[in-house]
């Protein structure tokens, strides 16, 4: 017989693990792109399996199936969890976790991210502790419930993460930086522009393939005189791999390197760009980045 604290513990990892899926669910391609940033490509395919297991572990908590069991390789997935965080924290400069996803607003310092884990490992190892050897199992209703909310996690996240992987362009005139002057907003920490001229930001990673098909058409802006100035942005990763895109397409712009945290708190999104004119910045460009021609026509129908 499981006691009231345990069924209380469980069913509040329970709560964690499922929030976290979701939210990672509803934005299973920018979770991908944050493993990527541990220099692995290949770990970006990982993400969907993490969602589904953090789902499928949450809903055994809530419910109380297979507690020892399930508690035990939950606490075993927060630990190595954890320890790849500390790992990106110290060695990669990685500070946002992105542990729930599409709710950026539960996502937490790097502190109060390591004390959120040991709780959540406290919780479950009690729970393994107190956990008789019985096996609970579940019942029809509960099979019902756990099988329609893994097959709505798993399409939102195959949905998600393809429609980002097979991003359009998006042009946007309003947003949280649209219509900002550049210096009150978090543009201002990467450029100062000069008031009679136009530029054009743009923010991607060595390792993205939508900023590999944007980097021709970039190349154009200077020389078709669609903007001043471009000034590239990214995070330094390993020599190799920048090494390797600098001899593919032999950039003739600016390229500033910054720090993964400086980056992320621009984007955590690539490629993006910013249009910048009158110190304003007056559109940004989400996905491939277009090429000068057709900028220049979309810039002169929002005149």
Avoid: W
Avoid at 125 to 138: D, H, M, P, T, W
Wanted: glycine residues 6%; charged residues 15%.
């Amino acid at each position: 017989m499981i006691n009231k604290t345990t069924r209380i513990l469980s069913s509040l990892a329970g709560i964690v693990f499922l929030i976290s899926g979701i939210g990672k669910s509803l934005a299973a391609y920018d979770f991908s792109q944050i493993l990527i940033q541990y220099g692995f490509e290949g770990l970006q395919f990982l993400a969907p399996l993490i969602i589904v297991f953090e789902i499928l572990a949450g809903l055994l908590l809530f419910f109380h199936i297979r507690l020892r069991l399930t508690s035990l390789l939950s606490f075993c997935f927060v630990v190595a969890l954890s320890a790849a965080y500390l790992y990106g924290y110290f060695f990669a400069n990685i500070t946002n976790c992105g542990c729930f996803g599409y709710f950026s607003l539960l996502n937490m310092s790097p502190f109060f991210t390591g004390v959120r884990n040991i709780v959540l490992m406290g919780m479950l190892l009690y729970v393994f502790l107190k956990s008789n050897n019985g096996c609970k199992l579940a019942d029809r209703d509960e099979m019902l419930i756990m099988a329609c909310i893994l097959c709505a996690v798993s399409f939102v996240t195959g949905y998600t993460y393809m429609e980002r992987q097979n991003d359009t362009t998006q042009y946007v005139t309003e947003g949280k930086l649209v219509n900002m002057r550049v210096e009150n907003s978090v543009l201002g920490e990467f450029l100062t522009p000069s008031k009679d001229s136009t530029y054009l930001v743009f923010a991607f990673s060595y390792s993205c393939p939508h900023c590999y098909n944007s980097i021709e058409n970039l190349k154009q802006y200077e020389r078709l005189g669609v903007v001043d100035k471009v000034l590239a942005l990214s995070f330094a990763t390993d020599s190799t791999t920048m090494a390797k895109f600098n001899e593919i397409f032999h950039p003739d712009f600016q390229i500033i390197n910054y720090s993964p945290k400086q980056i992320f708190r621009l984007t955590n999104q690539f490629p993006v760009s910013y249009y910048i004119k009158d110190n304003m910045i007056k559109m940004e460009i989400r996905g491939v980045l277009p090429c000068g021609y057709l900028l220049r026509q979309r810039l002169g129908k929002n005149r």
